[in-house]
């Protein structure tokens, strides 16, 4: 178990991001349900703004700026850092990451991405294309 002044993947862990790390899988399920109860594209945005404020500035800054989500407005911003996390996540660089993290940013924007999609699907008007 790692603890104050312990590193994993050359980071130095504090105690929040540690309590962050024992909780991450429980604490996705819960943001992840929290996403699944929402009805309208803008309350997936609302939801994604909360869960980026939940992470401390310096948790954040374990990311290479390319990877630190911010001004979350419109639900095309969740499907551009979706793309971006996943790209980061997938490549290979010399730059050291937070590999927990990443991993739990990008599950909860894939998991806001589908939702925004299955809100899209259901949209009043919306063209459906019957299989045949």
């Known amino acids: 178990m790692l603890g104050r002044g312990h590193t994993a993947r050359g980071f130095d862990l504090d105690a929040q991001f540690v309590s962050r790390l ?4 429980s604490g996705v399920a819960l943001w992840e349900k929290r996403i699944d109860a929402l009805a309208t594209p803008e309350g997936v945005v609302a939801l994604t703004q909360d869960y980026l404020a939940s992470f401390a500035p310096e948790c954040l800054g374990r990311l290479p700026p390319g990877c630190r989500p911010e001004h979350i407005k419109y639900p095309d ?3 551009y850092w ?7 996540y997938c490549a290979e660089y010399d730059e050291p990451v937070d590999g927990n993290l990443l991993h739990e940013l990008l599950d909860y924007f894939l998991h806001a991405l589908i939702r925004l999609a299955e809100l899209h699907r259901n949209l009043p008007g919306a063209e459906r294309i019957k299989a045949q």
């Open 22 to 25: 024992r909780s991450a899988e």
């Open 77 to 79: 911003d969740i499907e």
């Open 82 to 88: 979706a793309q971006q996390l996943s790209q980061r």
